[in-house]
Nanobody, 118 residues
Framework: QVQLVESGGGLVQPGGSLRLSCAAS????????MSWYRQAPGKQREFVAS???????TYAGAVQGRFAISKENVWETVYLQMNSLQPEDTAVYYC????????????WGQGTQVTVSS
């Protein structure tokens, strides 16, 4: 049973930085991709960034150049370094793991709140 636990959210002023962590447990060796998504109040969940088994990163246009995704060991932890945060980055941030297998089994974390406000 795969479990994902996010941490590192909080309140930060515009222009500030936060680093989110996603700790994974379970059959991590079967992961092929891990991602961060976010959902702002009243909006749909949207893609933020992903990192592949081989370390290739992909970013949404809104965060390109400001956010950086990285992973530690064999999917033990995935990080999202967020710099130059703006109020529009305020959202609940979710970690997502996609596994090899039929229909790409996917697991979500419980989310961590990020609030950017002065």
């Amino acid at each position: 049973q795969v479990q994902l636990v996010e941490s590192g959210g909080g309140l930060v002023q515009p222009g500030g930085s936060l680093r989110l962590s996603c700790a994974a447990s379970g059959n991590r060796l079967n992961f092929k991709l891990m991602s961060w998504y976010r959902q702002a109040p009243g909006k749909q969940r949207e893609f933020v960034a992903s990192i592949s088994l081989h370390g290739s990163a992909t970013y949404a246009g809104a965060v390109q150049g400001r956010f950086a995704i990285s992973k530690e060991n064999v999917w033990e932890t995935v990080y999202l370094q967020m710099n130059s945060l703006q109020p529009e980055d305020t959202a609940v941030y979710y970690c997502n793991a996609r596994e090899f297998g039929i229909n790409d089994p996917t697991t979500w974390g419980q989310g961590t709140q990020v609030t950017v406000s002065s």
